[in-house]
């Protein structure tokens, strides 16, 4: 194990090269060689970078982190009640060559794929994440060695939860999955990532195949001093359906870009988020949709409620492009914030190089009007019950989206004990 | 009608409130007895409202002279939730939309918040469901009324039956109902008419606040009260409102000197 210190003259936060296994195909090890070399020549976004202009990297900067995946990491919460096959990560290192026993769900580690049979994704993994466009998307690749490889088998059903744990304080983890639902598949994956207290760099990587389905709920359960980098690309083939539910609940500091490509025809995109900043905690979502073929569809509403010193950013791209008409698009971005002193910036983004397209949007940031307090309290209902009722009430919408009660009942608990 | 008792529930004197930097009410009295029914009415902008937002505890009105005494308390001192603890209840004159929460939910956690006020035990969810039906079938209120977010995509119809609703479930000593009427057609006032009528108790009181007349054919008033540019100006009995009616508003628009005694008639 190595330290790597961020401010050193060798690039900051990347590995030596002798950490690192050997990938099983020569094609992974170029991809990694590739954004090793792209990481080490771009490194972080600079201060003056529009798209990080709200989200600033300073405590990254100055941090330190060692990589080891194979340290232990610190043991990770129930979710109690879910019953869904699980495959853990810890500090992105599968604990098992695969999981057996579910006819049409394949979960297999990727280290084993690149051994075994590393054709079957050489044309999915690194295809979705766009590391030109994302630099941590690039310190992840560069990073390459093992993770999960989901694959539902054409009209299958099947659920999944992926539990990530670590990596602990000081230490760097960079978790990478596939996700691959083929034609007329449906799939619920959960992605969970709890209790890190170090440094997390994940890339997650969805396809969705002809008339298929993934419900992806992702959640941010990493302990108070975390950091946070993560992007999920998700490309979407005709017909398909893509339900994304983002709950951020935890970390320090944290940023999620969420890129769907709607490249087939008739393809439908669903993006719910929750983000929940109290004490110092930062959290960053940036969307972008792309709608790259006809008759596309996207809805998309994220809700913060903000306390304390807590800040975040939402920022929505919804992107049209030439030829692509009846289009769908709508997004909203409403934030409730609870204290003088939480900070939220809101802003949309539309790129539209197509005729005959509706594309809607709209951003609210407000506090707890004082007319609803009323009311309640004219009730009989007394004024810290009645905020609560009103931030449940805000909040609650985003949180019985996802359709899962022991999710949900994680994500109420964690606003109950906030707010 | 019931009898007017003699046990003073309300009184208020001298009262002075402004919102913001408007003065609008300039010296209000009025004295109100278990049992008895008062209208409160009065042209457009005359503090109808601004007087029954003071009654119930409004953050936005504040009182700078005068004193509200209700059961023998000063309501000044009292919270808005401790007012209605008290089975004061304020009728809105325009009902709040509250996102996210279940009518349901919301008119249970009333209702227990009020009860743990009054040293009651709370309602099991069982019992409560039963009460709503009941209480919510007097007031002809569609099921589907009590699962939706409060007040959010009601009728204004159906928002002030709701408003009556809540003034059945909480079983309040003084209620207060601004503008209940407004906006209502005849059958709807007929309905919400006959619900605040069936509350008619010698122990409960009703205020009124009120811009027309036809509420009154429905809710027979023991005292109506008309007020002008922040004072009450005229009282009299049930007839001083069909006098309202054929004659107007007109000459009580201005702005005039006088003020009437609190039980004058």
Redesign the interface.
């Known amino acids: 194990m190595s330290m790597v210190a961020a401010s050193s003259v060798t690039p900051p936060l990347l590995a030596p090269v002798d950490q690192l296994p050997e990938l099983g195909a020569s094609w992974a090890s170029r991809l990694r060689d590739e954004n090793r070399e792209r990481f080490a020549r771009l490194g972080l976004p600079a201060a003056d970078d529009e798209a990080w202009r709200f989200t600033n990297l300073k405590r990254l900067r100055g941090a330190s982190f060692a990589y080891d995946p194979n340290v232990a990491a610190p043991p990770a919460p129930e979710l109690p009640g879910l019953n869904v096959p699980e495959f853990t990560l810890v500090n992105g290192r599968a604990e098992l060559e695969r999981l057996d026993g579910f006819p049409g769900l394949q979960v297999t580690s990727l280290a084993t794929i690149l051994r075994q049979e590393p054709d079957s994704i050489s044309a999915t993994l690194g295809a979705g994440a766009d590391t030109t466009r994302h630099r941590f998307a690039a310190l992840n690749t560069a990073h390459l060695a093992d993770g999960v490889v989901v694959r539902v088998e054409r009209n299958a059903r099947a659920k999944l939860r992926i539990l990530m744990t670590g990596p602990g304080a000081a230490h760097a983890g960079y978790p990478r999955i596939l996700i691959l639902i083929e034609d007329g598949a449906e799939a619920l994956v959960i992605e969970d990532h709890v209790g890190a207290e170090g440094f997390t760099c994940p890339v997650t990587e969805a396809r969705v195949g002809q008339s298929g389905v993934l419900h992806h709920v992702r959640l941010d359960r990493s302990g108070g001093m975390a950091m946070h980098f993560g992007l999920v690309a998700v490309h979407q083939e005709r017909d398909s359906r893509y339900v994304s539910d983002v709950m951020a609940l935890g970390s320090r500091l944290s940023r999620l870009d969420l890129d769907v490509s709607l490249a087939g025809e008739g393809a439908e995109c669903v993006l719910n988020g929750l983000y929940l900043p109290v004490e110092s905690q930062h959290m960053d979502h940036h969307t972008r949709v792309s709608h790259d073929a006809p008759h596309t569809t996207s809805r998309e509403l994220y809700k913060g409620v903000l306390g304390g010193k807590g800040s975040a950013v939402f920022n929505g791209r919804i992107v049209i492009h030439e030829g692509a008409m009846g289009v769908d698009a709508g997004q909203t971005n409403n934030n409730l914030l609870l204290s003088d002193q939480a900070l939220v910036n809101t802003n949309p983004e539309l790129e539209i190089f197509a005729d005959d397209v509706k594309a809607q949007h709209g951003a609210t940031i407000g506090q707890i009007e ?3 307090l ?10 810290g ?2 905020r609560r ?2 931030i ?6 985003m949180i019985e989206k996802i359709g899962l009660e022991p999710v949900e009942g994680v994500v109420r608990a964690e606003l109950a004990r906030r707010f | 009608m019931t009898e007017p008792g003699q046990d003073l529930l309300l009184e208020v004197r001298d009262l002075h409130a402004r919102v913001g930097e408007q003065s609008i009410l300039r010296g209000i009295d009025l004295e109100v007895r278990a049992g008895e029914v008062h209208a409160i009415m009065g042209p457009n902008g005359s503090g109808k409202s601004t007087l029954a937002k003071a009654l ?5 009105v504040e009182i700078t002279q005068g004193e509200m005494i209700y059961r023998g308390r000063d309501l000044r001192a009292l ?3 401790e ?3 008290l089975g004061l ?2 009728g ?1 004159q325009y ?2 939309e ?4 279940s009518n349901r939910y ?1 008119l249970r ?3 227990n ?2 009860k743990r ?1 009054r040293g009651e035990s709370e309602v099991s969810a069982v019992d409560f469901l039963a009460l709503l039906k009941s209480k919510a079938t007097l007031l002809d209120l569609d099921d589907a009324l009590l699962t939706r ?1 409060v007040n959010e995509g009601f009728s204004g119809g159906e928002k002030k039956r709701s408003e009556v609703l ?1 003034m059945v479930l ?1 079983d309040p000593m003084l209620a207060v109902l601004d503008e209940t009427d407004s906006g209502l057609d005849i059958d709807a006032l007929k309905l919400v008419s006959r619900g605040i009528n069936e509350q008619r108790r010698p122990d409960r009181s009703l205020v009124l606040v009120t811009h027309y007349q036809r509420l009154l054919n429905y809710i027979v008033p023991d005292f109506v009260h008309v007020l002008s540019a922040g004072r009450i100006v005229r009282r009299g009995g049930k007839e001083l409102a069909l006098e309202l009616e054929a004659e107007g508003y007109g000459p009580y628009e201005e702005n005039p000197e006088q003020r009437v005694p609190a039980r004058g008639r």
Do not use: N, T
């Open positions: 004082d007319e609803s009323f009311y309640l309290r004219s009730r009989g209902i007394e004024e019950e009645a009722l009103l449940e009430g805000f909040a609650g919408v | 119930a505890g409004h953050p936005s919270k808005p939730e007012r209605a603890g209840f304020l809105f009902p709040v509250i996102p996210g929460v919301f956690a009333a209702l918040a009020v006020q977010s809540q909480l």
